[in-house]
């Protein structure tokens, strides 16, 4: 009994069911895309036929006609309303995943793109320290304090050398020419140790340098 009463609805929820105006199934009904065992009494009190009147309309309407105005014309039929017992409320699609298992699954995709971007930035810089591109930024320190070490020590074992031909030149004590030298090296070494110092702690810790493929570096790497 419940089914039979379903079926037949009026012209007003025939129309809300199929998303159009209950003037556009007026027309239909006049222009005889629904008409027969599709209506059950006549006139304006006349009621439809939902199971049958759209099998008609799946055979009369276009597709132009069913997505007229940009509104899809709905011809499947819904469920019929449980009259047993009232439906439970139902809060958003109930189809719908909760929302605490979207912001897991966006989290894990997060992480999983943070992860394949290291993963990438890693084998790109190792990709151009092989080549020759990158090099380690404190292995040229230290061979550059090695080879500053050495010019050092070689300017410093040179300065008894120049006392010799100082003191020759001006007939004065050799011994006297190489304390003075040794003075003076001794006053500029450290102030130029202590400029050095001062530009070095003014520069960045890491240093991006273009280059025709210019990679991002973040380790102490530097172009070669």
């Avoid at 993963?119 to 040229?140: F, M, P, W």
């Avoid at 040179?158 to 007939?171: H, I, V």
Wanted: aromatic share 4%.
């Amino acid at each position: 009994m419940h089914a039979a009463v379903s079926d037949v609805i009026s012209k007003a929820e025939f129309a809300r069911r199929r998303n159009v105006s209950p003037g556009r199934v007026s027309q239909w009904i006049s222009k005889g895309k629904i008409g027969g065992d599709a209506l059950v009494g006549e006139g304006r009190s006349a009621q439809i036929r939902e199971a049958v009147a759209c099998a008609q309309l799946n055979r009369t309407l276009d597709v132009n006609q069913r997505y007229g105005n940009g509104l899809s014309t709905r011809l499947d039929l819904q469920a019929p309303p449980q009259l047993d017992k009232p439906a439970p409320a139902v809060v958003g699609d109930p189809g719908a995943p909760p929302s605490n298992l979207y912001n897991v699954n966006d989290q894990i995709a997060r992480e999983r793109l943070i992860q394949l971007q290291r993963a990438n930035r890693e084998a790109e810089r190792q990709e151009a320290i092989d080549a020759g591109r990158l090099t380690d930024a404190n292995a040229v320190r230290q061979q550059v304090g090695r080879e500053i070490a050495k010019l050092v020590s070689h300017f410093e074992g040179a300065l008894a050398n120049f006392a010799t031909a100082l003191a020759a030149e001006f007939k004065v004590p050799q011994r006297d020419v190489l304390h003075l030298l040794r003075a003076e090296y001794r006053k500029f070494r450290t102030e130029a140790a202590e400029a050095a110092q001062a530009a070095v702690d003014d520069e960045p810790e890491t240093v991006t340098v273009s280059t025709d493929d210019p990679i991002a570096d973040d380790d102490g790497t530097t172009a070669a």
